[in-house]
């Protein structure tokens, strides 16, 4: 997935490695060298995230993380000065989300700009949403997506993962799930059941045979393995 960063930081050098770094794991980076710009560029394309030095030539950083919570809950990473506690404090009590102290690892702010990003979307992500892992479906939709791309699912199979998927370890009996299927009149189904299992694990699991999310519970039916992401 392509994130949007704004890495609002005077230190030339600090923020062209910032921006190597965070494009090489899919982001788009724009600059900004001063309080300024940064809040410009921020109102005219908000991003996805905000990485923020406090120390900046123009409008401070505390003054930006203000402007910013007082319109928008885009996520906000600081930059600070090691050893300022007061920094730390101050930024977070105006709405920052994490910050890093200098001098910090690259690979550190990257990381700590994604894990902000995923707490964010916990909460904007659409209840019709659900993700594990790679797999995303969306049940308003009736879409599904494995690492981005699309899998063709028949009505039959997507209202099985939708049922499974939407309760994660829970056992249903085969009886439930062809009556979801089929409604009252599902006499006789309980065994074409096994062929839809079948087919939809070809089409979402990596490996069919040994398989990740749809699993046989022995003498029972089945379950949805692995917890809904963020």
Same mark, same amino acid.
């Given at each position: 997935?392509?994130?949007?960063?704004?890495?609002?930081?005077?230190?030339?050098?600090?923020?062209?490695? /910032?921006?190597?770094?965070?494009?090489? *794991?899919?982001?788009?980076?724009?600059?900004?060298?001063?309080?300024?710009?940064? !809040?410009?560029?921020?109102?005219?394309?908000?991003?996805?995230?905000?990485?923020?030095?406090?120390?900046?030539?123009?409008?401070?950083? !505390?003054? @930006?993380?203000?402007? &910013?919570? *007082?319109?928008?809950?885009?996520?906000?990473?600081?930059?600070?000065?090691?050893?300022?506690?007061?920094?730390? +404090?101050?930024?977070?009590?105006?709405?920052?989300?994490?910050?890093?102290?200098?001098?910090?690892?690259?690979?550190?702010?990257?990381?700590?700009? $994604?894990?902000? @990003?995923?707490?964010?979307?916990?909460?904007?992500?659409?209840?019709?949403?659900?993700?594990?892992?790679?797999?995303?479906?969306?049940?308003?939709?009736?879409?599904?997506?494995?690492?981005?791309?699309?899998?063709? /699912?028949?009505?039959?199979?997507?209202? &099985?993962?939708?049922?499974?998927?939407?309760?994660?370890?829970?056992?249903?009996?085969?009886?439930?799930? +062809?009556?979801?299927?089929? =409604?009252?009149?599902?006499?006789?189904?309980?065994?074409?059941?096994?062929?839809?299992?079948?087919?939809?694990?070809? $089409?979402?699991?990596?490996?069919?045979?040994?398989?990740?999310?749809?699993?046989? +519970?022995?003498?029972?039916?089945?379950?949805? *393995? =692995?917890?809904?992401?963020?």
């Amino acid at each position: 997935m392509l994130y949007s960063a704004l890495v609002v930081e005077d230190d030339e050098k600090i923020a062209k490695l /910032l921006q190597v770094y965070l494009e090489s *794991s899919n982001f788009k980076v724009t600059l900004a060298n001063d309080g300024d710009l940064g !809040w410009n560029l921020f109102q005219a394309e908000p991003p996805d995230v905000v990485i923020l030095d406090l120390m900046l030539p123009g409008l401070d950083g !505390w003054e @930006i993380c203000r402007r &910013i919570r *007082s319109c928008s809950e885009v996520p906000i990473l600081m930059l600070t000065a090691c050893g300022e506690i007061d920094e730390r +404090v101050n930024g977070l009590d105006m709405g920052a989300d994490d910050y890093v102290t200098k001098p910090f690892g690259f690979r550190e702010v990257v990381a700590r700009a $994604k894990a902000i @990003i995923r707490r964010a979307n916990k909460y904007l992500e659409p209840k019709n949403i659900i993700r594990v892992g790679p797999l995303v479906i969306d049940t308003e939709k009736h879409l599904v997506l494995s690492s981005g791309k699309p899998i063709g /699912l028949t009505v039959t199979e997507f209202k &099985i993962l939708e049922l499974l998927a939407a309760q994660p370890e829970q056992v249903f009996p085969r009886s439930k799930i +062809v009556a979801h299927i089929m =409604g009252a009149n599902c006499e006789g189904y309980e065994r074409a059941l096994d062929a839809h299992i079948k087919n939809l694990r070809k $089409k979402i699991e990596s490996d069919p045979n040994q398989p990740e999310y749809i699993r046989t +519970v022995h003498g029972i039916g089945y379950k949805f *393995s =692995g917890a809904a992401d963020a």
